[in-house]
C-alpha cells in the first residue's frame, strides 16, 4: 500500500499574517478562520473602491456629455494658457520687460474679443506680468508691441496685424485643442525635470 503523500506547506494569503501552515483540505488559502475573515473583508473593500472609481469615472463621462461650447473653449484656454506659461517660463513680461517675481498669466496682443481667430494662435500671446501689464493696464500694448516686434520678427507681426478669416471652434476641435496643449504643456515639465 502507498503512503498518502504530504501537502507542501503553503503561505498564508492574509497580507497581514503571511505565516507558513499546512493546508487541511483542498484549496485551503488560509491559516485560519481570522485569517479567511480578513481575506474576505480586504476583497469587499476592494470591490466597493472599485465600484465607487467606475461610479466616479460614469459621473465625469456623464458630466462631460452636458458640457456646453463655452464649457469647452474655457477648457481649451486654461489648457493654452498653462502652455504659454510654461513655455515661456523664466522670460521677462513681454510688456514690461520685468522679470520681478509676481504673478504671470498668457497676454494676448490682439484680445480675444477683437480677434477672436486667434485666440489659440501661439504668435499672439506672451507671458506677461498679471497684476500691472494684463490687468492694470488692459495689456499695455505700448510696451507689448515693441517687444514683441522685436521677438518675433516684422513679417510675422504684420500677419498678426491683419485682417484674419473668422474662426468657429466646433466642441471637438476644442477637446482636441485642449488635449494637444495638456500634453505640450506636460512634455515641457518633463524637460524641466529631466
Excluded at 476583497?43 to 465600484?51: D, G, I, Q, R, T
Excluded at 463621462?61 to 502652455?83: G, S
Excluded at 481667430?117 to 498679471?130: A, K, S, T, W
Excluded at 510675422?156 to 494637444?180: F, N, R, S, V
Amino acid at each position: 500500500m502507498l503512503a498518502a503523500k504530504q501537502p507542501k506547506a503553503k503561505t498564508c494569503k492574509n497580507p497581514a499574517c503571511r505565516a507558513s501552515f499546512v493546508p487541511q483540505r483542498l484549496g485551503q488559502a488560509v491559516c485560519s478562520p481570522r485569517c479567511a475573515l480578513a481575506v474576505v473583508e480586504a476583497k469587499k473593500a476592494k470591490e466597493k473602491k472599485s465600484l465607487a472609481l467606475s461610479g466616479r469615472r460614469e459621473i465625469k463621462i456623464r458630466k462631460e456629455k452636458l458640457k456646453t461650447r463655452a464649457e469647452h473653449l474655457k477648457d481649451t484656454q486654461q489648457a493654452f494658457n498653462a502652455w504659454i506659461r510654461a513655455r515661456d517660463a523664466g522670460q521677462p513680461c513681454i510688456s514690461c520687460g520685468t522679470t520681478a517675481d509676481v504673478q504671470y498669466c498668457a497676454g494676448h496682443y490682439r484680445t480675444t474679443a477683437a480677434a477672436p481667430e486667434l485666440r489659440f494662435d501661439p504668435l499672439n500671446v506672451h507671458l506677461q506680468c498679471n497684476r500691472n501689464c494684463n490687468m492694470g493696464k488692459s495689456g499695455n500694448l505700448l510696451g507689448y508691441r515693441p517687444r514683441l516686434l522685436e521677438k518675433i520678427g516684422a513679417e510675422k507681426l504684420e500677419w498678426l496685424e491683419g485682417p484674419h478669416a473668422p474662426k468657429k471652434y466646433t466642441i471637438d476641435e476644442l477637446k482636441a485643442l485642449t488635449a494637444h496643449y495638456r500634453a505640450l504643456t506636460k512634455e515641457l515639465k518633463k524637460g524641466e525635470a529631466a
